[in-house]
């Protein structure tokens, strides 16, 4: 698969998109269920973290229809061709941003408005909104099934939100030193996400059976070969995860500081890892689909 200057420009542009868009939704998730045990120190940090990640969102949001256009013009003149741009956004781009956007302006009040908690309503509607934007356009959205599929994805995507969006702020807890603090909410986090696991795999194994049509694709297309990639990736995320709960938050609650740099460590590794897995997905449904 020979890739174009426009087809990376697109690919990267699609993985920021994800990784903003799903580590906003996460933050307001992490907050919603530790709340009990940040100080309003750490709140303050994850609420500009979240801030930050709403802005970066919303301006690639903006920015993708513009790289697609180019694309399809293969100029930069295309990317303001306004016959371009609408074609890019009659074709779902138009629908899936718009929602996102309005979504991420709910979690943006909750993040600068001080008398507004990111665990409140408004934010947390807002959270999941905006991470399952992407199942209104794309594959799924375009599957026989397109209900089915839409709904899968959506489950699917506020797992990974809720994943993705817990790493960054878990640094920041742990950034100072602060081992209790650290302690309860990687806790906390471990215990919730046994069940949000389950279901992420759930959805995604069978969004994957919706989408081919027979298992060979894995091996014979470009598409499964990502596919199988991704697997890959997630397997090993899921493995510096068990690490974590089962030995690293175990030890940690016992103040090893030898554990406290472990998991530091260990989620920067899934940090890593959680970029990858995004990459692969922005490149499986920026270039191809299923069957190609």
């Known amino acids: 698969m020979e890739l174009s200057a426009w087809d990376l420009a697109g690919v990267a542009v699609k993985a ?19 709340a009990s045990l940040l100080s309003i120190l750490h709140q303050r940090r994850v609420r500009r973290w979240v801030g930050l990640c709403v802005g970066i969102a919303v301006v690639t949001s903006v920015v993708r229809p513009l790289i697609l256009a180019g694309s399809m013009d293969e100029s930069v003149s295309g990317m303001f061709d306004g016959s371009m741009i609408g074609m890019v956004l009659r074709g779902g781009e138009a629908r899936a941003a718009g929602i996102r956007i309005v979504a991420l302006a709910l979690v943006g009040v909750g993040a600068w408005r001080s008398r507004c908690t990111l665990s409140s309503a408004m934010p947390l509607a807002g959270a999941v909104a905006a991470a399952t934007s992407f199942a209104w356009i794309g594959h799924a959205w375009a599957a026989r099934n397109g209900g089915l599929s839409v709904a899968l994805l959506s489950v699917h995507l506020v797992g990974v939100a809720f994943w993705v969006g817990a790493l960054t702020p878990l640094l920041l807890v742990g950034r100072r030193g602060d081992l209790e ?39 014979t297309t470009d ?17 510096a995860a068990a690490w974590n709960k089962l030995r690293l938050t175990t030890r940690l609650q016992g103040h090893d500081l030898c554990a406290f740099v472990g998991l530091l460590r260990s989620v920067k590794v899934e940090m890593l890892l959680a970029a990858l897995i995004l990459g692969i997905t922005a490149t499986m449904t920026t270039l191809v689909g299923p069957g190609t």
Not at 16 to 34: I, K, P, Q
Not at 191 to 215: P, Q, R, W
């Open 16 to 34: 920021l998109l994800y990784a903003a868009t799903l580590c906003a939704a996460g933050g307001v998730f992490f907050e919603r269920y530790t």
């Open 181 to 219: 603090t650290l302690a309860g909410t990687a806790r906390r986090f471990g215990a919730i996400a046994v069940y949000v696991v389950v279901s992420l795999l759930f959805a995604g194994g069978l969004l994957l059976c919706t989408l081919l049509t027979h298992i060979t694709e894995l091996w």
């Open 223 to 239: 598409y499964g070969r990502l596919v199988c990639m991704k697997l890959l990736a997630v397997a090993a995320l899921l493995s």
